[in-house]
């Protein structure tokens, strides 16, 4: 840049020209940042730059320039442009006169970067379908929810509550039915951080399935064992 700032001149009219020269630099370096998060990705990322006299560092955030710094082989750091405060006239005057082989260094960057991608593939194989996996794990779920809301069923017509749940433990690992009325809100193996295979959000993955589904019946039969007491203990029942 060749932008100089007369730092002998009234402060006001520094501060001024400083503002002015920030903001210049802001827009400059602002559309550099911007071509950096393109090309690197992400919503945050920061890159530098090596200089003969030191190292500038431009931080974006989702594209818009957060700041740029300026560091000099020996002496204090410089912010150019910040989002905290604006830098010191003679400190901000240094750093630009570095600026310009700062943007030489970006350009190179951008230079370097020409034929990176020739030679990679654009010619994939062709994914294999998973429908048929997820219809048979749909087909389970389903089947296993009609078994549930039957049991619910039952259980809201005992219990006479609106919410309720059944739990048992199924070779050591808890399983959970809640219902709400005569349907299941979930079906959950393994406590308060386990696996659903029933909810209201979406289905369980296959590989869940896979693993508790097979044990769904002995939970079928602890809740028929449940219904068989509380038939046996009214049975007992005298009037």
Same mark, same amino acid.
């Given at each position: 840049?060749?932008?100089?700032?007369?730092?002998?001149?009234?402060?006001?009219?520094? !501060?001024?020209?400083?503002?002015?020269?920030?903001?210049?630099?802001?827009?400059?370096?602002?559309?550099? !940042?911007?071509?950096?998060?393109?090309?690197?990705?992400?919503?945050?990322?920061?890159?530098?730059?090596?200089?003969?006299?030191?190292?500038?560092?431009?931080?974006?955030?989702?594209?818009?320039? =957060?700041?740029?710094?300026?560091?000099?082989?020996?002496?204090?750091?410089?912010?150019?442009?910040?989002?905290?405060?604006?830098?010191?006239? !003679?400190?901000?005057?240094?750093?630009?006169?570095?600026?310009?082989?700062?943007?030489?260094?970006?350009?190179?960057?951008?230079?370097?970067?020409?034929?990176? %991608?020739?030679?990679?593939?654009?010619?994939?194989?062709?994914?294999?379908?998973?429908?048929?996996?997820?219809?048979?794990?749909?087909?389970?779920?389903?089947?296993?929810?009609?078994?549930? @809301?039957?049991?619910?069923?039952?259980?809201?017509?005992?219990?006479?509550?609106?919410?309720?749940?059944?739990?048992?433990?199924?070779?050591?690992?808890?399983?959970?039915?809640?219902?709400?009325?005569?349907?299941?809100?979930? %079906?959950?193996?393994?406590?308060?951080?386990?696996?659903? %295979?029933?909810?209201?959000?979406?289905?369980?993955?296959?590989?869940?399935?896979?693993?508790?589904?097979?044990?769904?019946?002995?939970?079928?039969?602890?809740? @028929?064992?449940?219904?068989? =007491?509380?038939?046996?203990?009214? =049975?007992?029942? =005298? %009037?």
């Amino acid at each position: 840049m060749s932008d100089r700032l007369d730092i002998a001149a009234d402060p006001d009219a520094v !501060a001024a020209e400083r503002d002015a020269v920030v903001s210049r630099i802001r827009d400059h370096a602002g559309d550099i !940042a911007y071509a950096i998060a393109r090309i690197e990705g992400g919503d945050y990322g920061r890159r530098s730059f090596e200089t003969a006299d030191g190292e500038w560092t431009v931080k974006h955030e989702q594209g818009d320039i =957060e700041f740029l710094k300026f560091e000099p082989r020996s002496g204090q750091e410089t912010y150019v442009v910040s989002t905290q405060q604006q830098p010191e006239p !003679a400190a901000l005057a240094e750093a630009l006169a570095d600026y310009d082989a700062f943007v030489a260094a970006f350009d190179d960057y951008i230079a370097s970067l020409d034929g990176l %991608l020739d030679d990679v593939p654009t010619e994939f194989p062709t994914p294999a379908s998973a429908a048929d996996i997820v219809a048979e794990r749909d087909r389970i779920v389903a089947r296993l929810r009609e078994v549930c @809301n039957q049991m619910a069923g039952e259980l809201y017509r005992y219990e006479m509550d609106d919410y309720g749940t059944f739990t048992a433990r199924v070779d050591g690992t808890r399983w959970e039915l809640k219902r709400e009325e005569s349907s299941t809100s979930y %079906l959950r193996v393994g406590g308060s951080g386990g696996t659903y %295979l029933l909810s209201q959000y979406g289905p369980p993955s296959a590989e869940a399935v896979r693993e508790f589904a097979p044990d769904a019946p002995d939970f079928v039969a602890a809740y @028929n064992d449940h219904v068989a =007491e509380l038939e046996l203990d009214l =049975e007992q029942i =005298e %009037l």
